[in-house]
């Protein structure tokens, strides 16, 4: 009974995220979350949303939300950096969520290697 209330409890956290990532996009290209936000609620030790996905444990709905919020990472203006090393490094991460959304093989290794947190916190953080 306890593993149906989890069960029941995840899927229903998983479609409010979903839920609130759809709705906080904005038509005008203007990204609905900020970076900090970005981080938290893709790199989160407590929602580990990439970290499912990459593990190959994450649903359908969670690919996508990770492909939205990837995508809108590289809308937003780092603190520091250049503009062209940003772009750079959130198109390769956000082509590479696409692939695993995908389904093509390899991709969650492709993936995490783009996920490079030290590398782009040191550049833009």
């Known amino acids: 009974m306890r593993t149906v209330k989890f069960g029941i409890a995840a899927a229903l956290v998983a479609a409010l995220l979903g839920?609130?990532?759809?709705?906080r996009a904005d038509e005008t290209g203007k990204p609905?979350?900020?970076?900090?936000?970005?981080?938290?609620?893709a790199h989160n030790p407590k929602t580990k949303l990439a970290k499912k996905v990459?593990?190959?444990d994450g649903t359908a709905e969670d690919?996508?939300?990770l492909v939205t919020l990837y995508t809108e990472l590289g809308q937003n203006t780092?603190?520091?950096g250049s503009p062209e090393a940003w772009k750079?490094?959130?198109?390769a991460v956000v082509k590479a969520a696409k692939d695993v959304e995908?389904?093509?093989?390899?991709?969650e290794a492709s993936l995490q290697k783009a996920i490079n947190c030290a590398a782009c916190h040191k550049e833009h953080k």
């Open 19 to 23: 839920n609130a990532l759809v709705t």
């Open 88 to 91: 750079e490094r959130t198109d």
């Open 32 to 41: 609905g979350h900020t970076i900090k936000e970005i981080m938290k609620l």
């Open 63 to 65: 690919k996508k939300s």
């Open 102 to 107: 995908a389904g093509k093989s390899g991709a």
């Open 54 to 56: 990459i593990d190959g």
């Open 78 to 80: 780092p603190k520091k």
